[in-house]
């Protein structure tokens, strides 16, 4: 097992417009990246759960061209509306960080 | 027909700035069209509300002034979209006047054309009633009462109003809210390029050198073929890989690979990505696929002007129990400012708690906090500036004296870091609409204006 903070190469999120994120996770290599499409652990419901969101709302995608995953969520509070704490998106990704992948 | 285009984006947005070596090095590729993206709506909906551009007068002008010298003695078209950050009339007007001046300044001549996108309430709400608009994604469904409250709303332009203006002999074009990606597309269409490759350069040039490694605010160029493109960074210090450009495809958007313009989707899923030199990339198999035409609309709604305070715990006494003592603080602050005639209704109080969940706020997963003090942001919103700014003063007398359990801290709970404490930061927006209309025509949205600049 390994958590994808120890073999991601990139980690982020960022607005897809102001009422949902998206939360990008690329890694080194077409190997690692076929190990974690394999595990089957990075889908729309993983998404879900970590972000407590409907999995009918949440749009997954895997990008073998940058060695990526993709998934875009509402966001709970449109950018920039009263309450909301992140205007850009820019820091929605923390959750990911400790997903384990068994390799 | 021509067989290829060459497209120079001078960076990201106008304003960002790029090193005038690079434009230098880039005119020397002799492109067909140069330009910039203007805006996004990422830093929120403040500047479509209020009408201000998001970068000062000072480094667009400074970004133009380069662009007109580069692109007008040299009969090369400059097109901007997004004008000013939103692409509102405020914004597109505020970059036509600095195109204006420069002419003054610089003694250049050239017919410019002003593409409109500003969209009247009455004819959103008879569009709404004629069932022409939808709601995008995760987004609300659209009523009446929304596109009443909106402060302005513009519609989101794609490629054939710049390619009508190309047409109408404009040598500058700056249109207000486009697509990112449409001004591209219409210069490498007008010359007689595919959608498919068109729009995918589109989506590289939008972002100056972001598909680059490193990235940055720097001139890209891109030429566009019948059946792919070729994307290159003019700065010897940045080059595009594989990798790099195929990254970009994930920028600030639903997915990698389908990307929803008007009139068609750019269908990117089976695209190859090959270096033909080592800082160039040649990009195809996008495909284009025509659909329904339909415009983005976008409004912002004003919900008040905002006071804040920034202010911090350092005991563990109280932060052991930060829920129960803000509950006390929101109590108290609410009776008096009911005792003062400000009523709750009028006025919105959110706390920020840095240390606790002041960045992903509910969706915070951690719980149980271990931090040894807290940043708190108090924000006060009301439609009434007055309301706000004394909402926030008496917060502010509140939070440091309220009384907690255990309390030993009896001089005052917080620290502030400034004097005066309370800042009044002005009126606020959030996006009303983010929904799409099916239009008359992909022109009937977008008026055009031709001015002989002088």
């Given at each position: 097992m390994a958590k994808l903070s120890e073999i991601a190469k990139v980690c982020k999120s960022k607005n897809a417009g102001p009422f949902e994120v998206t939360i990008d996770v690329m890694f080194d290599s077409r190997e690692m990246y076929d190990k974690v499409l394999k595990s089957g652990v990075l889908c729309e419901q993983l998404f879900a759960t970590l972000y407590n969101?409907?999995?009918?709302?949440v749009l997954f995608t895997p990008y073998p061209a940058a060695f990526a995953f993709k998934g875009t969520i509402p966001r709970r509070i449109s950018s920039g509306d009263l309450g909301d704490t992140d205007v850009y998106g820019a820091q929605q990704h923390a959750p990911m960080l400790d997903v384990e992948i068994p390799l | 027909m021509n067989d290829e285009c060459r497209l120079l984006s001078v960076s990201s947005i106008l304003g960002y700035g790029f090193p005038e070596s690079s434009l230098a090095l880039g005119l020397k590729r002799k492109p067909h069209f140069m330009g910039v993206d203007g805006g996004s709506t990422d830093p929120g909906a403040y500047y479509l509300g209020s009408g201000e551009c998001l970068n000062s007068r000072k480094a667009m002008k400074r970004d133009l002034r380069l662009m007109l010298l580069g692109g007008v003695s040299a009969n090369i078209p400059v097109v901007i979209g997004?004008?000013?950050?939103?692409?509102a009339e405020p914004h597109l007007q505020a970059v036509a006047e600095l195109a204006r001046e420069i002419a003054r300044e610089e003694n250049l001549k050239f017919r410019m054309a002003l593409i409109h996108s500003d969209q009247d309430r009455s004819k959103v709400g008879a569009w709404l009633n004629e069932g022409r608009i939808s709601a995008l994604r995760n987004v609300p469904p659209l009523t009446a009462a929304t596109v009443e409250r909106s402060t302005r709303i513009v519609g989101m332009m794609g490629a054939e109003p710049f390619m009508q203006a190309l047409d109408g002999g404009a040598q500058v074009v700056l249109a207000a809210r486009a697509s990112d990606a449409a001004s591209w597309a219409a210069c490498a269409m007008s010359r007689g390029m595919p959608p498919a490759p068109s729009w995918y350069a589109g989506k590289m040039l939008?972002?100056?050198?972001?598909?680059?490694?490193?990235?940055?605010h720097d001139c890209l160029i891109a030429t566009v073929r019948p059946d792919h493109l070729e994307v290159e960074p003019v700065n010897p210090a940045r080059r595009c890989t594989p990798l790099s450009v195929a990254t970009h495809g994930l920028h600030e958007n639903q997915s990698p690979t389908i990307h929803e313009e008007p009139g068609g989707l750019l269908d990117a899923t089976d695209c190859e990505f090959i270096a033909v030199s080592d800082r160039a990339v040649r990009v195809s198999g996008m495909q284009w696929r025509t659909r329904d035409y339909d415009i983005k609309l976008e409004g912002a709604e004003f919900i008040g002007f905002r006071a804040i305070t920034i202010c911090g715990t350092r005991d563990p006494i109280l932060i052991s129990q930060i829920d129960s003592y803000l509950q006390t603080v929101r109590d108290d602050v609410q009776a008096r400012a009911s005792g003062f005639g400000v009523s709750p209704e009028k006025y919105h109080v959110v706390f920020h708690v840095y240390g606790k969940d002041g960045v992903m706020g509910a969706a915070e997963p951690v719980k149980h906090i271990a931090s040894h003090e807290l940043g708190i942001v108090v924000e006060v919103v009301a439609p009434d500036a007055e309301d706000a700014k004394a909402v926030l003063a008496i917060a502010r007398v509140v939070i440091p004296k309220v009384d907690f359990p255990?309390?030993?801290?009896?001089?005052?709970n917080m620290a502030f870091p400034f004097s005066p404490s309370d800042i009044s930061v002005g009126p606020t927006y959030r996006f009303s609409i983010f929904h799409v209309v099916k239009p008359d025509s992909p022109y009937s949205m977008f008026p055009i204006d031709y001015v002989e600049v002088h």
């Open positions: 969101v409907d999995v009918k709302d | 997004t004008c000013g950050g939103a692409g939008e972002c100056g050198t972001a598909s680059a490694t490193p990235k940055g255990g309390r030993l801290c009896k001089s005052g």
